[in-house]
C-alpha cells in the first residue's frame, strides 16, 4: 500500500504549490509593511502650512490620529481628498504632512477643495516623510494617543477600504489608548 | 582571396568584442548619472557597494543606483550624508532597514524571518537530492523477486488458461 501512496505525492505537492502561488496572486506587492508598526513617531521639528507654527512629534499626541501624506502633485492624493473630509467631518483627527510640496499650491488647494487637516506640518525637503519610511504619496499612519504608529496604509483610502478594513484599525486605536 | 577572408575574420572578432563589451556594460549603462563629492576614494567605493546594495522601495526591481525616482535620489542623498559623517556599512543599513524593512536590502539579514530566504534554497537542493536519491534507488532495486504468494497466483492463473504465459 505505501508504494500506492507515494504515487499521490506529486499530486499533493503541486496542490501545495498551487495553493501557494494562487496566494500570491491576491497579494499586492507594492503593499509593504510599514518597519515602524508599534514604533513611535520619529522625532521632528518643522512648521505648520497655514500658520507657520513650529510642530513637534510631541504636539500631536493626545488623541488618536490618521497622519496622512499628501502632496499638490499627487493625482490620487485629489482622489483621496472628499473622503477624508467625510472621515473629518465625522470627528476623525487628521493631520496632514505636506510632503515635498509648494506652500502657495497646498494653502490653494486647501482652500479649493476643503480642509480636513486639523493641521498640516510642512515636510518641503522630505526629510519627516524620509524618517517615517514613505515611498509613495498618499500614504496614512494610524498613530494612537501615546505618538505610537500602528498601522500603515500605502494608496488612497476610500469608503470600501475604511469599512472593511481601517475603521476597525481606527477604533483599536483608541482602544489600545484607553486601556494605557 | 585569403586577404578578404581574413579580413572577415577579424571583422567577426571585432564585433564580437563589441557585442561582449556593450553587454558587460549594460548594467552601468542604467545607473544614475549624478554627481557627489567624496572626502576619500574609499568612501565612494563604498556609497557605490551600498547604493548597489539597496533597493528602491517604490521601483521594486531597481536599487537605489539604477532608480530615477525621486524616493531613490533621497535615499541616495541620505547615503551620501551618513558615509560623510562617518557611519559605518552596518549603522547605515540599519538605518535604512528602521525606515524601510528589511525589504530594502538586496542582501537581507540571515536572521528571524528573513533567515527563511537564506535556508529555503538549501533546504529544497536537499530535497532534490533525497528525491533524486530514492528514485535512483528504487531503480535499480526494481526487478526484485516475486513473494510466495504472487508465484502461487500467477501458477493458478496461467494453469486455468485464462492468461497465457
Given amino acids: ?180 | 582571396m585569403r586577404a578578404a577572408k581574413q579580413t572577415s575574420h577579424r571583422l567577426l572578432v571585432a564585433l564580437v568584442a563589441v557585442l561582449v563589451a556593450a553587454l558587460v556594460n549594460v548594467t552601468n549603462a542604467f545607473a544614475v548619472i549624478e554627481t557627489y563629492q567624496f572626502t576619500s576614494p574609499e568612501l565612494e567605493h563604498r556609497y557605490h557597494k551600498l547604493s548597489q546594495e539597496l533597493r528602491c522601495p517604490k521601483c521594486q526591481n531597481q536599487t537605489i543606483a539604477d532608480s530615477n525616482a525621486p524616493i531613490s535620489k533621497d535615499l541616495r542623498e541620505l547615503l551620501h550624508r551618513r558615509l560623510e559623517s562617518g557611519a559605518s556599512d552596518q549603522e547605515i543599513l540599519d538605518d535604512m532597514v528602521s525606515r524601510y524593512g528589511e525589504f530594502v536590502r538586496y542582501r537581507p539579514d540571515a536572521a528571524g524571518v528573513t533567515l527563511w530566504l537564506w535556508l529555503a534554497p538549501i533546504g529544497l537542493l536537499v530535497l532534490a537530492l533525497l528525491i533524486l536519491v530514492s528514485v535512483f534507488r528504487d531503480r535499480s532495486a526494481a526487478p526484485a523477486s516475486l513473494s510466495e504468494e504472487q508465484r502461487r497466483k500467477i501458477d493458478a492463473l496461467t494453469r486455468s488458461g485464462s492468461v497465457k504465459p
Avoid at chain 1, 30 to 44: C, G, I, M, R, W
Avoid at chain 1, 82 to 89: E, G, I, K, M
Wanted: one cysteine or more.
Fill in chain 1, 1 to 180: 500500500m505505501p508504494a500506492r501512496i507515494r504515487l499521490f505525492i506529486p499530486l499533493a505537492a503541486f496542490i501545495g504549490l498551487f495553493t501557494l502561488l494562487l496566494r500570491g496572486l491576491s497579494l499586492d506587492p507594492q503593499e509593504l509593511p510599514s518597519a515602524l508598526v508599534d514604533k513611535p513617531l520619529p522625532k521632528f521639528e518643522l512648521l505648520s502650512l497655514l500658520d507657520a507654527e513650529p510642530v513637534t512629534e510631541r504636539s500631536l499626541l493626545g488623541v488618536p490620529m490618521l497622519l496622512n501624506v499628501w502632496a499638490t502633485w499627487c493625482i490620487s492624493c485629489r482622489v483621496e481628498h472628499p473622503y477624508l473630509q467625510q472621515l473629518s467631518d465625522q470627528g476623525i483627527k487628521i493631520v496632514g504632512v505636506n510632503y515635498k510640496d509648494e506652500d502657495r499650491a497646498a494653502k490653494k488647494w486647501l482652500k479649493d477643495f476643503g480642509n480636513p487637516y486639523r493641521s498640516n506640518i510642512v515636510d518641503k525637503r522630505g526629510t519627516l516623510g524620509l524618517d517615517l519610511g514613505v515611498y509613495g504619496a498618499p500614504e496614512t499612519y494610524f498613530v494612537d494617543a501615546d505618538g505610537i504608529i500602528r498601522y500603515r496604509h500605502v494608496g488612497v483610502i476610500d469608503d470600501r477600504l475604511w469599512t472593511n478594513r481601517l475603521k476597525a484599525v481606527y477604533e483599536s486605536l483608541s482602544k489600545s489608548a484607553t486601556e494605557a
